[in-house]
């Protein structure tokens, strides 16, 4: 289970701030954040180095796109599409909305159950796909959001149960250089292992890396590995 936070705070300096941490095997291994698809050019992000795609990639144009599984639903199955690719075709879009309506018009039983997250300098969009139809987008409101495995601020979620009060109660950054707060909020790894936010190893899982991106006049990422040993954030280079 992994975790998108989406801050929309409309006429800001920096309107729209997401924090995530993804969730996976220790075992898949994966590239950090970096212009690795010839064929998507413009398109940077983390890759996987097992199916190819992508959990979270942006575009030249500003737009942020972040797959996570549903609920019952990790791991690859057989006839399936591998979720990572959803990403790449999204950010084929110049906006998020756009980007939303491509992931619309794909068939969604080519690929297990997903969400996704979609962003730019104007809000967040959220979709659900169910492995059959079509997703449907959803806009996220003004102000802070939080996905993990479930929907949206869903208080059946027991991470979301947990942090989103406190995520909500945090001091928003104010710039790209002002995460303090939320790179704590990122490392918590307190509760039980159905609420924490941050996954130490067990079984093989847990929590592989940790992001920040600040979406405004320009954008920003800071990226940060978690196993064997956290790194510290550094800026990732956007094309």
């Not at 936070?5 to 220790?26: F, K």
């Not at 796109?65 to 609920?71: E, F, G, H, K, P």
């Not at 969604?108 to 104007?122: C, G, I, S, T």
């Amino acid at each position: 289970m992994c975790t998108v936070i989406l801050l929309h705070r409309p006429g800001h300096p920096w309107p729209v701030m997401l924090a995530a941490n993804r969730d996976e095997r220790l075992d898949r291994a994966w590239a950090a954040p970096a212009a690795h698809w010839p064929g998507h050019p413009g398109i940077t992000g983390g890759r996987d180095l097992t199916a190819g795609g992508s959990w979270m990639a942006i575009n030249r144009h500003g737009v942020v796109a972040s797959v996570l599984n549903r609920a019952g639903s990790l791991g690859p199955a057989p006839g399936k599409r591998s979720r990572g690719e959803l990403p790449l075709l999204a950010l084929a879009g110049r906006t998020a909305h756009e980007a939303a309506a491509i992931v619309a018009g794909l068939d969604a039983a080519e690929w297990r159950p997903f969400n996704m997250v979609l962003a730019d300098a104007w809000g967040g969009v959220f979709l659900a796909g169910l492995g059959e139809g079509h997703a449907e987008p959803a806009p996220l409101p003004p102000g802070l959001s939080m996905v993990t495995a479930h929907p949206p601020n869903d208080m059946h979620s027991p991470r979301i149960r947990r942090h989103l009060p406190l995520w909500r109660a945090a001091r928003a950054p104010d710039s790209p250089e002002d995460w303090a707060e939320w790179l704590e909020r990122l490392a918590d790894s307190l509760g039980g292992r159905a609420e924490q936010l941050l996954l130490p190893p067990e079984g093989g899982f847990g929590t592989v890396c940790s992001s920040i991106l600040a979406l405004g006049a320009w954008q920003e990422w800071h990226f940060s590995a978690v196993w064997p040993r956290r790194t510290g954030f550094g800026a990732v280079a956007l094309g």
